[in-house]
Each structure stands twice: as C-alpha cells, then as structure tokens.
C-alpha cells in the first residue's frame, strides 16, 4: 500500500470537530479505535491476549513538487513485517499510544482513502494521509485527493 503526505495540510491550523463533522456528513468513513505499542525495536500489539511484533520497512520514498500545480507530495512505501516468534513482553523502553482512525472513501470501491489519526487523550488531529495501490500519476488518485483537499479547504 502506498502512503501519501501533502505538506500544506497544516494540522494546527484545521478545526477538528468542524472538519470532521463535515467530512462525515459529505463522504463516506469507517471509524476504528487503534492502540499502538511503539518501541526502539519495532511496533507491537495486542490482539487476543498475545503479543505481536512488527518491524517496519521502508521500502521506498520520494518528493513530487507542484502535484495537482500546488502541492508538495510526500511518497514513502512502508509495510510491516509480522515477526512470529512469540512475544512475552514489551520492551521496557515504550509508548503507549490509542487513537481514533477514520478512514474516509469517495464511493465504497474507492481505492483511494483519506485517513485521519485523532489523538484518545486530546482529541486532536495528529495525522492525515492518504493511501492508494495506484501512484501519484493516476487520473482517479489525483480527483479523489483533489477533492479530499477541498473538503479540508486546503
């Protein structure tokens, strides 16, 4: 899967409880809550009582300046790689870290996602991405991240 960042989007900047609302109200989403174990050795998680161990990789990473005439496109293509060995504990040296994901879609095909990180604690925005299988050159990636941009009013 392939993750894009747009510098301009300025977190500080955007009103979570509008923006949010807003999207909902005009795109289709999936909300999850998310806990992420990070450490120095990887990211780890918790599912039915076991401990599991992902390394990340990065396998590749770029810069597209002036995408759709006015962006900065970050490109990076990471995946995670289960280690399955079993884990009995978590490194002492770890944050724990819970958050609501939404992941907003254009039609319920889409391949092209707008994904948004809220913060359980402060109930603020930490990250938006977008993810897609196709590049940054594809007719569809660039109208739907174009109109995730404007619903942003970035």
Known sequence: MNTFYIQEINLDTLNK???IEKLKKKISYNESVEQSILAPDGLYKIKNEDIIKYRIVNKKHYIVE???EKYTLFF????????NHIQYNIP???CIHTFIR??????DYSKNKMVIDIDNTSNKIFNIYFTSNEDENDFIFQEDISLYLDLLNV
Do not use: C, E, G
């Open 17 to 19: 409880k509008n923006i």
């Open 66 to 68: 002036k995408f759709l």
């Open 76 to 83: 990076t293509k990471n995946h995670y790689i289960k280690d």
């Open 92 to 94: 002492y040296n770890h």
């Open 102 to 107: 939404l992941y907003f879609y254009n039609v």
